[in-house]
């Protein structure tokens, strides 16, 4: 995933300074894509650089704060972007290969960290749930179309985690069952 262009689409929701994008982003976006705020700084340095974007001075800040918003050129790019192909990501887990090397030669002591992503996976899965029931609550009362699309764009990408965690968790759970075995 192309970091400017996850920048842009949340330049696109909501112009705003770079912090105000930092914490929006963590919120949103971040839950799939993590970027330090050291690292939205420098890009977008770099798009305003490349004329995607453009940067103001916050009317009235006594501070050097500034706000992104997203030109003709960053749309065009980000269109560009999003009509590329792209192939699903393959998974590299250094925990599989642990797995494995358990199988091959017996037991490792991996039943701490199983317990370990077990508690990740329940504190993940309820915050989604928490946000699902805070800002979709509605998409799901609502005959089938009557939300936006928007809305029911986002809360599509939301019961995705929401399904990762379901199955991570359903899956450790199994694992841990297996390890803990006599």
């Known amino acids: 995933m192309s970091l400017p262009h996850a920048l842009m689409v949340s330049l696109l929701e909501k112009s705003c300074s770079g912090?105000?994008?930092?914490?929006?982003f963590g919120k949103s976006i971040g839950y799939f894509w993590q970027a330090s705020h050291q690292q939205i700084y420098r890009e977008l340095a770099k798009m305003e650089e490349n004329g995607w974007v453009?940067?103001?001075?916050e009317d009235g800040s006594k501070t050097r704060k500034r706000t992104y918003h997203v030109l003709d050129e960053g749309v065009t790019e980000l269109k560009r972007w999003v009509a590329e192909s792209i192939d699903p990501p393959q998974q590299r887990e250094a925990f599989f290969v642990r797995l494995r090397a358990d199988a091959v030669m017996g037991?490792?002591?991996?039943?701490?960290?199983?317990?370990?992503?077990?508690?990740?996976?329940?504190?993940?899965?309820k915050t989604y749930r928490v946000i699902?029931?805070?800002?979709?609550?509605?998409?799901k009362n609502q005959p089938q179309g009557q939300a936006s699309r928007a809305l029911r764009i986002q809360h599509m990408l939301l019961k995705a985690g929401i399904l990762y965690e379901e199955s991570s968790l359903a899956w450790s759970k199994e694992t841990y069952k297996i390890l803990t075995e006599e």
Do not use: N, T
């Not at 912090?19 to 929006?24: I, N, S």
């Not at 699902?132 to 998409?139: G, I, K, T």
């Open 19 to 24: 912090y105000d994008l930092a914490q929006r």
């Open 54 to 57: 453009k940067s103001e001075a």
């Open 107 to 125: 037991p490792l002591g991996l039943e701490g960290e199983l317990l370990r992503r077990i508690h990740i996976h329940e504190q993940k899965l």
């Open 132 to 139: 699902e029931q805070r800002d979709f609550l509605s998409v």
